[in-house]
């Protein structure tokens, strides 16, 4: 068996990420993929079984590492606020490093022809308990805050937030770091 190219892997995966937010998970197509990618279809078949193995995997990877970090975040904050300041940056340092990473992930969660793994939407809601504990505990977020609060705050408001702007609909943009600090406290003000 030939070793495994990384280079190829990689290159693959971030033309998938391109695609699905140029086409959405129905416009995407293996043969156009490996098209970009400068792989051939059956390179790709070796790999990924079909197109929505494919997708899980590079959604999966992405998702898992943002979650992962939240999770970090949850053990080394002693107060909500600081865990949704970390959120907050994470989410803007990605927008810069890799612009279509936001815009993946997000396309995916509103297209319901693609079945979001299992596994994120468990660390979602185990994630989402913890904080909100933390932020009853600090009386940070009020009694009657709820798992689905937290969740649609603190993962829709910072990532719609930054696709608006990316896409130039924010016209009145202040510097990075203040757009951030309003974002947390925007975000702390809905939970509270």
């Not at 068996?1 to 937010?21: A, C, F, G, W, Y």
């Not at 197509?29 to 279809?41: F, K, T």
């Not at 994120?120 to 308990?129: Q, T």
């Not at 932020?135 to 993962?155: A, N, P, S």
Request: charge should be neutral; glycine fraction near 4%; aromatic fraction near 10%.
């Amino acid at each position: 068996m030939k070793p495994i190219d990384n280079s190829k892997i990689e290159r693959i995966k971030k033309e998938t990420r391109k695609l699905i937010v140029e086409k959405g998970y129905h416009g995407a197509s293996i043969a156009e993929l490996a098209r970009r990618a400068q792989v051939s279809d059956g390179y790709l078949y070796r790999h990924y079984k079909n197109k929505s193995e494919l997708v899980q995997d590079v959604f999966e990877t992405q998702l898992k590492t943002f979650h992962d970090f939240i999770f970090d975040s949850l053990k080394r904050r002693d107060k909500a606020i600081g865990v949704v300041e970390d959120i907050v940056h994470f989410l803007f340092k990605l927008s810069k490093t890799e612009p279509d990473a936001i815009h993946f992930a997000h396309s995916l969660v509103y297209d319901f022809e693609f079945e979001y793994p299992q596994s994120r939407s468990l660390a979602i809601d185990e994630m989402s308990k913890i904080l909100l504990k933390l932020g009853k505990d600090t009386g940070e977020f009020c009694d009657e805050t709820r798992v689905i609060d937290v969740q649609l705050t603190i993962l829709t408001i910072p990532v719609k937030f930054i696709e608006y702007s990316n896409r130039g609909y924010c016209s009145d943009r202040m510097s990075d770091d203040e757009e951030m600090r309003l974002l947390v406290k925007m975000c702390m003000n809905a939970l509270r």
